[in-house]
Nanobody, 121 residues
Framework: QVQLVGSGGGLVQAGGSLRLSCAVSGSGFSINTVSWYRQAPGKQRELVAGISSAGSTNYADSVKGRFTISRDNAKNTVDLQMNSLKPEDTAVYYC???????????????WSQGTQVTVSS
């Protein structure tokens, strides 16, 4: 079984920083791409940042230059460092992992529980 646990959300003033962490646990698979998504009230869930198994990254235009995604393959964790936070970054943040089963090579995806990020003006 796969389990993703997200942590690190909270309340911060505009201009502040937060660091989110996603821990992937379980066995019988390898971790491919891990991404952070967010969903603000009344809005659709959107991709914030992703990182491949090789370390390639991609970011939403709205967070480029402010957010940095990184991964520690030894610990199976992916972090999202969020700097210069803005009120519009307020949302519930979710971690998503695309995994490859060791037997058979099929793909599966898993989500973490949401973690609230609130940025006050």
């Amino acid at each position: 079984q796969v389990q993703l646990v997200g942590s690190g959300g909270g309340l911060v003033q505009a201009g502040g920083s937060l660091r989110l962490s996603c821990a992937v646990s379980g066995s019988g698979f390898s971790i491919n791409t891990v991404s952070w998504y967010r969903q603000a009230p009344g809005k659709q869930r959107e991709l914030v940042a992703g990182i491949s198994s090789a370390g390639s990254t991609n970011y939403a235009d709205s967070v480029k230059g402010r957010f940095t995604i990184s991964r520690d393959n030894a610990k199976n964790t992916v972090d999202l460092q969020m700097n210069s936070l803005k009120p519009e970054d307020t949302a519930v943040y979710y971690c998503n992992a695309i995994l490859i089963r060791s037997i058979g090579g099929s793909f599966l995806t898993s989500w973490s529980q949401g973690t609230q990020v609130t940025v006050s003006s």
